[in-house]
């Protein structure tokens, strides 16, 4: 039954979705939701998104999915509410060792918890969590745990400063 589910996403779900109407987010969350994915309201997904196994993929209310994000969902990749994937971003839950001879994998989910943005062609690796209220900034690598509240950057993302919302108590 999951080759038959991945077969018919791979030739007719995909299809679909990347020749929707640009404004189509209702229909386009439909139709991840009808392949499995569990979303919140108000779930954003632009055309040119990648998603390679939507059932093991959920996200919580107020997510964006920004245009030729991919996602390789081999694994389970949980995102939180209000929390945004810009252009070119990917997040992979396998990918090959290079530390080990042979065909290694190294596999693991994603956690993005709530209100946390992963900016524009970032790499989320296997495995990684990121907390509350982080900002991955532009062309960084998330290889494991980010703490809240922080804005992360660099190959290997690390936290730089806190992340303070002004207008807020």
Known sequence: MK?????????????IFSCT?????????????LFGMRCGRRVRTRRS???????NLS??????????????ASE??????????????????VTGDCETAGRTKRRGGITIDDDC???TDTVVMPGSHIESGVVVGARSLVD???PKWKICIGEPAIPRTERVLYGTN
Not at 3 to 15: E, F
Not at 21 to 33: D, E, G
Not at 76 to 93: D, E, F, P
Request: glycine share 8%.
């Open 117 to 119: 943005w992963v900016a």
């Open 144 to 146: 494991g745990h980010l």
């Open 21 to 33: 109407p640009h404004n189509a987010y209702v229909f386009r969350t439909a139709l991840l939701k």
């Open 3 to 15: 080759q038959l589910r991945s077969i018919v996403w791979r030739t007719v779900g995909i299809a």
């Open 76 to 93: 389970t990749i949980r995102i939180g509410n209000r929390c945004v994937v810009s252009q070119y971003a990917m997040l992979t839950t």
């Open 59 to 72: 996200t919580g209310d107020l997510v964006i999915f920004g245009d030729s994000v991919v996602v390789h």
């Open 49 to 55: 998104v990648r998603i390679d196994q939507p059932w």
